[in-house]
């Protein structure tokens, strides 16, 4: 796929080569810059041969500047045309074959965590496929509605991580885009916060974990930001929580005057000491410093982490593994409250 896009980014330098009318254009640019320099050598000559006053001269002289000019705007663009068509090629080449790299190193990331959903989904649809044909058979005698309920609720249950993975990756498009730009609008965010732990009730329901949130003041009002930005990196914190967590995790918002904070806390282990200045690393997760097999992508906290810089504000974790049963970890996503004059920024500034 990338070498047939490099090939046909290469023809247009190929055909350059062979294109008659730039020889001609060349060759011509050549003959008008000799006539040029016949005219300068000639007009003394010519001019006093022809004319009785010197003043003749300068006919033959200002015919010689121009074709002079003429014949060096003629091989300027027969020599540098094929190098401006040349540049976009090249670039165009180079854009692909990073893209390329690019792609394949971010779907080799998320082989790990598209893999697992996928495998238990098709691991309860096979428990769920059998189990219908032996009611149907008659050797379970009858079909168990609850015991069916709790094998659709599995497969229900990882659909916030496909819908989590497929929407990592649109956001790492866009941020390796050349122009991605970040324009601040009216945000509910206590009704975002309120979708996203609706959707992860039931993944916390079923892992016997409790999930909560809440507003002070409960009357947040409207924020300048982008409810995209804030719900995808939310749902990567919440996610996190979810999976890590003993049994509880809390969300909550505050605000003060031109900043508001979304904290995602939970009864987890926590995060050591000496892990922590890596958490928001690019692909980095503990299984990396132990040289154990990965067994997700890393860049769930990595994207939060970019997304909250890129709109000027900041992603910090706490976490304390000292106490035993009291062990948590919060994460605070801090963004700004006010509509900015401008913010925009590219992937590049803030990768």
Not at 115 to 132: C, D, M, S, T, V
Request: aromatic share 8%.
């Amino acid at each position: 796929m990338y070498a047939t896009g490099a090939i046909a980014s290469r023809r247009p330098n190929d055909m350059l080569r062979h294109i008659p009318a730039l020889a001609i254009a060349k060759f011509t640019g050549l003959l008008i810059l000799a006539a040029a320099i016949a005219c300068f050598v000639l007009a003394p000559i010519i001019g006093e041969a022809l004319f009785a006053s010197i003043w003749g001269v300068e006919p033959l002289t200002y015919v010689g500047a121009a074709l002079l000019a003429l014949g060096l705007a003629v091989l300027l663009f027969a020599f540098a045309l094929p190098q401006a068509l040349r540049r976009p090629s090249e670039q165009s080449q180079r854009d692909m074959q990073d893209w390329g790299s690019v792609t394949q190193q971010y779907f080799e990331l998320f082989d790990h965590d598209l893999g697992r959903p996928l495998r238990r989904i098709l691991g309860k649809e096979r428990e769920l496929r059998a189990y219908l044909r032996a009611a149907e058979n008659g050797a379970n005698g009858h079909i168990d509605i609850e015991e069916v309920t709790e094998l659709l609720d599995e497969i229900e249950m990882q659909a916030p991580n496909f819908r989590l993975m497929m929407s990592n990756i649109r956001v790492l498009i866009q941020l390796e885009a050349p122009n991605a730009s970040l324009e601040p609008q009216p945000v509910e965010v206590p009704e975002v916060v309120r979708r996203i732990i609706d959707r992860y009730n039931l993944v916390a329901g079923e892992a016997n974990k409790s999930i909560s949130w809440w507003a002070e003041p409960p009357e947040f009002g409207i924020v300048y930001s982008d409810s995209a930005a804030i719900e995808h990196i939310v749902t990567n914190l919440v996610d996190n929580a979810v999976r890590f967590a003993d049994s509880q995790v809390h969300v909550w918002l505050t605000r003060e005057d031109d900043r508001f904070s979304i904290h995602v806390w939970d009864d987890g282990e926590g995060v050591s000491a000496h892990y922590r200045p890596h958490v928001f690393d690019r692909g980095w997760t503990p299984a990396v410093a132990r040289r154990e097999e990965k067994t997700s992508s890393g860049l769930g906290l990595y994207i939060a982490y970019t997304l909250s810089i890129g709109y000027g504000g900041d992603l910090t974790i706490e976490s304390d593994t000292s106490s035993g049963s009291d062990d948590h970890t919060t994460f605070v996503l801090t963004l700004p409250s006010h509509q900015p004059a401008s913010v925009s920024a590219t992937a590049g500034e803030i990768s």
